[in-house]
């Protein structure tokens, strides 16, 4: 009869949620486009895990940068990217690309987080009745359902956070991985000698 024998399995496994969670973005960013019906759902989550991803890489990058990184994680992701910026010595120009679609990112996703039903009542409009149906059947839209309509916005940041989170990647002095890389896995099986 075989004799079954001891084994002892060590296993470790490094998850880089920032990469996760932007392979998420592009998939999802990737159905909105090629499928119309529902297309709006699509890009407002891949928006979202754009946000999500940037936010993360800070997180990533920050506790390898600061020794104390865990009194700035409650900052908001402008605040972090400043302190961030300064230490690796990267700079923008704060009212333009990209730090601008970042910050208009960040104004939609706290919008979504904290969302709220809200009434939209515009100002009444003047037409004849020869031209008024055009007018009257506009659909009535927030700013946030506006950024969802199409691809544009969900595209615009991801180029964006992309551009930035490769700046910051080249920047860090630490040894670092390939920017968007998953982690590593790592196992061994080790046969065990009975005493």
């Known amino acids: 009869m075989l004799q079954h024998r001891k084994i002892k399995i060590d296993k470790s496994r490094t998850v880089h949620t920032y990469a996760e969670l932007w392979h998420a973005s592009e998939c999802v960013l ?14 407002l989550s891949s928006i979202l895990l ?3 991803t940037f936010e993360a890489y800070l997180n990533h990058i920050g506790s390898h940068t600061f020794i104390c990184w865990s009194e700035y994680e409650r900052y908001a992701p402008l605040q972090k990217l400043d ?3 300064i230490k690796l010595e990267v700079s923008y120009l704060k009212g333009e690309r ?3 679609t970042i910050k208009k990112l960040f104004d939609f996703r706290n919008t979504i987080a904290h969302g709220q039903s809200e009434t939209m009542k ?6 004849t009745t020869e031209n008024y149906q055009e007018t009257y059947y506009e659909e009535l ?8 309509k199409n691809k544009e916005f969900a595209c615009r940041v991801r180029d964006d956070v992309k551009a930035v989170l490769e700046k910051l990647h080249e920047a860090r002095k630490d040894d670092k991985e390939a920017l968007f890389s998953f982690g590593m896995r790592h196992g061994s099986a080790t046969l065990v000698e009975d005493s």
Do not use: H
């Open 83 to 85: 302190l961030l910026c």
């Open 50 to 52: 754009t946000a999500f």
């Open 122 to 127: 515009p100002n009444p409009i003047m037409k």
């Open 141 to 148: 839209i927030t700013d946030w359902e506006r950024l969802v």
């Open 30 to 43: 990737n159905t909105g486009t090629q499928n119309r019906e529902g297309s709006s759902w699509q890009f």
């Open 98 to 100: 990209p730090v601008q």
